[in-house]
Nanobody, 124 residues
Framework: QVQLVESGGELVQFGGSLRLSCVVS????????IGWFRQAPGKEREGVSC???????YYVDSVKGRFTISRDNAENTVYLQMNNLRPEDTGLYYC??????????????????WGQGTQVTVSS
């Protein structure tokens, strides 16, 4: 059974930084593409960033230049470094693991797994 556990979310001020972690257990991380998603109150969950097993990275336009995704296969962990945070970045952040490449090209989880989420709140 593959499990994902997110951490690192907290309350931060406008312009601040956070680093989120997604630890994967139950299978080797290098088999999976890993995506980060977020859901703000009253809104649908949206894809934010993704890293493929070959380390190709993807970002939505709203976070380009501010967020950086990376992976450490030896530690079974994927990171999301978030800089210059804005109130609109507030939400529950989830990571998902999927061997299907569509996780990264269209933020579609077809045969993968989800974590429980970590809350990020950016105050203005």
């Amino acid at each position: 059974q593959v499990q994902l556990v997110e951490s690192g979310g907290e309350l931060v001020q406008f312009g601040g930084s956070l680093r989120l972690s997604c630890v994967v257990s139950g299978y080797a991380l290098d088999y999976y593409n890993i995506g980060w998603f977020r859901q703000a109150p009253g809104k649908e969950r949206e894809g934010v960033s993704c890293i493929m097993s070959d380390e190709t990275t993807y970002y939505v336009d709203s976070v380009k230049g501010r967020f950086t995704i990376s992976r450490d296969n030896a530690e079974n962990t994927v990171y999301l470094q978030m800089n210059n945070l804005r109130p609109e970045d507030t939400g529950l952040y989830y990571c998902a693991a999927d061997p299907d490449w569509r996780l990264c090209t269209s933020y579609t989880v077809s045969s993968g797994f989800w974590g429980q989420g970590t809350q990020v709140t950016v105050s203005s």
